[in-house]
């Protein structure tokens, strides 16, 4: 990590809006000049980034003490009734790893799928069988990016906290994102201090001490209805009560990477990274 006195450095997802050029190299940097401490390289629409400038985002984000992680593209769907597209889902698991530890990138955060017609028993094991193979492969390739598999906002999504830590303790080398928006709009609840307190001790208790010392999480504000997420809001426009999540977070002794996903990315990263530096200094 980039500074030892920090547990949690706190970046964005993907290009922040203030960078000069619209790629991930300049990205690296203006994090750090923003006073961020990580970044998260989209690879939502594809894994478009060639092997040279990947040498160069690895070099740059070394030198100024910046760390990656990687998102797998939305088009993942473990649990496709067609044999075609879960294969394509695999591939791109695989690229986006491939490509994100050319890049540094220590973790990949992936959508692992829907439902469909299926029960959630029935969507589990098909999603273990998949991800098993992923992983089985990147471990014969010695990669060492971790996949991260993402809690998700939607009821018709495979992804509520409990099937997240269960694939965890399930599939060897999986590990979770906790998406706290996500968790908050799949049911209009986990929104106080106390359900975020909750949820991370669920955390300690299903994987271990070393998955609070070792995170990866999303945040932002969220609008949601009945049907869940709709689309992410800043902070300060949402009901997401980020004060009490920051405090749960500090109590919790939590480290890692806190991902800010609102549209205002770095601005919200920025106030969360300096809230939860206060906060630190009231202990």
């Not at 009734?81 to 591939?91: F, I, L, T, W």
């Not at 060492?144 to 906290?161: A, D, H, N």
Request: hydrophobic share 40%; proline share 5%.
């Amino acid at each position: 990590m980039s500074r030892a006195a920090d547990p949690l450095l706190f970046g964005t997802a993907g290009v922040p809006d203030t960078t000069p050029q619209t790629s991930t190299l300049a990205a690296v940097k203006r994090v750090r000049e923003l006073g961020l401490d990580c970044l998260e390289i989209e690879f939502v629409r594809g894994v478009r980034i060639m092997p040279d400038s990947a040498a160069k985002i690895r070099e740059r984000a070394a030198a100024l003490g910046v760390a990656l992680s990687a998102h797998a593209p939305y088009y993942v769907n473990l649990n496709s009734p067609e044999p075609g597209k879960r294969m394509q889902s695999q591939d791109h698991l695989l690229r986006s790893a491939r490509m994100a530890a050319a890049c540094g990138a220590r973790t990949v955060v992936f959508h692992a799928g829907y439902y469909g017609a299926d029960s959630p028993e029935k969507a589990m094991s098909a999603i273990r069988a998949e991800l098993s193979q992923v992983i089985s492969i990147l471990r014969s390739e010695r990669n060492p990016v971790r996949m991260r598999i993402e809690t998700m906002g939607k009821p018709s999504q495979f992804g509520t906290l409990d099937e997240v830590l269960t694939l965890c303790r399930e599939v060897e080398g999986l590990a979770p994102c906790l998406d706290f928006s996500h968790l908050h709009a799949r049911e209009g609840k986990a929104n106080t201090y106390l359900d975020f307190h909750r949820i991370l001790r669920k955390v300690e208790k299903r994987l271990g001490r070393p998955a609070l010392q070792d995170i990866h999480i999303h945040i932002s504000g969220i609008e949601y209805g009945l049907k869940g997420e709709i689309k992410h809001l800043n902070l300060a426009e949402s009901d997401f009560r980020y004060d009490e999540w920051t405090a749960a977070l500090r109590d919790m002794d939590v480290a890692g990477l806190v991902i800010c996903e609102s549209p205002s990315r770095e601005t919200d990263a920025v106030l969360l990274k300096n809230l939860y530096g206060a906060f630190r200094l009231k202990r």
